[in-house]
Each structure stands twice: as C-alpha cells, then as structure tokens.
C-alpha cells in the first residue's frame, strides 16, 4: 500500500488499528515479536472455559466488579487462552518483564473507551 501511494516507511509518523478493542495479541520483550497471531474480538474458542467459569458461580461476582458478563469476546479469556496454549507463554509472563500485553507497549496512544470494557 506504501508503494501505490507513493510512500516510503520512513514517511509514517504512526500506525493506527481502529475498533479492535478486545482484540488481543502478546509480544516478546526482547524483540518485540507477538508469541502468537492476535485472537480477535469474534474470536470464540473461549467459550468453554467461559462456561466453567460461569458454572462455578463467579459471574455475579466478576458483573459487580466490572459490570460485564462473562463472555469469549472480553479480553481475559484471551489473555488466559495465550497464556496456556502458547508453548513456555506462561512461564514466560511469571518472569519479571518477559512478555508484554499491549497496554505496556511504550508509545500507545489510545483513547479512554478503547480501555472501558475489560474482563
């Protein structure tokens, strides 16, 4: 796209990825590299883990802290689903600063709705 506009990477002052707010990807630290493809927001192969989660009985505690239900499309079961399927991804994350979740990234600009609904 650079190149039919006539553009040269250096030309970019910034990228913008609009309306993927509870899309979710996690790079590596030392080379800024995902550990995974994004799981995007219609993303669904939470919903299992999801049900269990509303099978023990803690929605009613997770509405009254973030006023949401429990549903794939939140961002924390996609967090979790990383974290557990991506090989060494979790042990990565306990150690100090090894992975990085978007909201640490140095430089992101977003706006206060782009952070309202998290569970």
Known sequence: MLKQA???PSDLAAVGIANQRETQVIWERANGKPIA???VW???RTAEFC???RESGIEERITEKTGLLIDPYFSGTKI???LDNVPGARAR???A???WHR???AGLATDNAQCMSRM
């Open 42 to 44: 219609q993303d669904r």
């Open 80 to 82: 979790a689903w990383l």
């Open 51 to 53: 049900a269990r989660l």
């Open 97 to 99: 600063n090894s992975l």
């Open 103 to 105: 909201r640490h990234m």
């Open 37 to 39: 493809n994004a799981i």
């Open 6 to 8: 006539g553009c040269a």
């Open 93 to 95: 994350a306990e150690r």
